[in-house]
């Protein structure tokens, strides 16, 4: 059964930082695209970052470039986004989600996701 898990969400004051990992069962992650996507209540879901198939391209949402980082670890069949310099604006729920190669700016193009990890900036 593939799965995907999301963890590393939390409270933090702004300006801090989090990591998130995205664990994968029955599948390997390198071979697909994982993205990063948020979601506040009554709001639809936002891409984040995503990270290619193989690691061939990258890409952020304008308003988390320079903070943020997205990257691989194939050994541990992991996937990360590093955040830093976190603002309260970044409250949401964390996904992560697979699709086939590519990364896609649509969330009904993905295939997989997990169930969410709450990251919460606030002082």
């Known amino acids: 059964q593939l799965q995907l898990v999301e963890s590393g969400g939390g409270l933090v004051q702004p300006g801090g930082s989090l990591r998130l990992s995205c664990a994968a069962s029955?599948?390997?992650?390198?071979?697909?695209?994982i993205g990063w996507f948020r979601q506040v209540p009554g709001k639809e879901r936002e891409g984040v970052s995503c990270?290619?198939?193989?690691?061939?391209?990258?890409n952020y949402v304008d308003s988390v470039k320079g903070r943020f980082t997205i990257s691989r670890d194939s050994a541990k069949n992991l996937v990360y986004l590093q955040m830093n310099s976190l603002k309260p604006e970044d409250t949401a729920v964390y996904y992560c989600?697979?699709?086939?190669?590519?990364?896609?700016?649509?969330?009904?193009?993905?295939?997989?996701w997990g169930q969410g990890t709450q990251v919460t900036v606030s002082s």
């Open positions: 989600a697979s699709r086939r190669y590519l990364c896609s700016d649509y969330v009904s193009e993905y295939d997989y």
């Open positions: 990270i290619s198939r193989l690691g061939g391209s990258i």
């Open positions: 029955g599948f390997t992650l390198d071979y697909y695209a």
